[in-house]
């Protein structure tokens, strides 16, 4: 596995604070603090080594890369939660 490789709190984060628009709106969605949330975006773009938002004082926007970035996310979002889908069925089935 690539050493790179986010974690999972951290492209719930990204993907958060892109849904939501905020910060704090990401913090409260996850349950967590804003400070836990600005830890999780930055500690991600210095293991990927480039910017995913440009902020702009309390505003941000996508760069580039993130948005490519944010598409792969919510793909690999999507497919975990198939998976869990097809483990629960299976589970059902077994009962």
């Known amino acids: 596995m690539n050493r790179n490789m986010p974690e999972i709190r951290q ?3 990204f993907v958060a604070i892109v849904e939501t628009g905020s910060f704090t709106l990401a913090a409260k969605r996850l349950n967590l603090t804003q400070s836990a949330i600005s830890h999780s975006l930055r500690s991600l773009e210095d ?3 480039t910017r995913l938002l ?3 004082g309390k505003s941000h926007a996508l760069t580039a890369t993130g948005e ?3 598409s792969h996310c919510r793909n690999a ?3 975990l939660d ?3 889908v097809r ?5 059902q ?3």
């Open 77 to 79: 979002l999507a497919e």
């Open 82 to 84: 198939n998976a869990v």
């Open 47 to 49: 293991s990927l080594s």
């Open 11 to 13: 492209v719930l984060a």
């Open 93 to 95: 089935r077994a009962v």
């Open 87 to 91: 483990i629960h069925s299976l589970q």
């Open 68 to 70: 490519i970035f944010l």
């Open 54 to 56: 440009d902020r702009r």
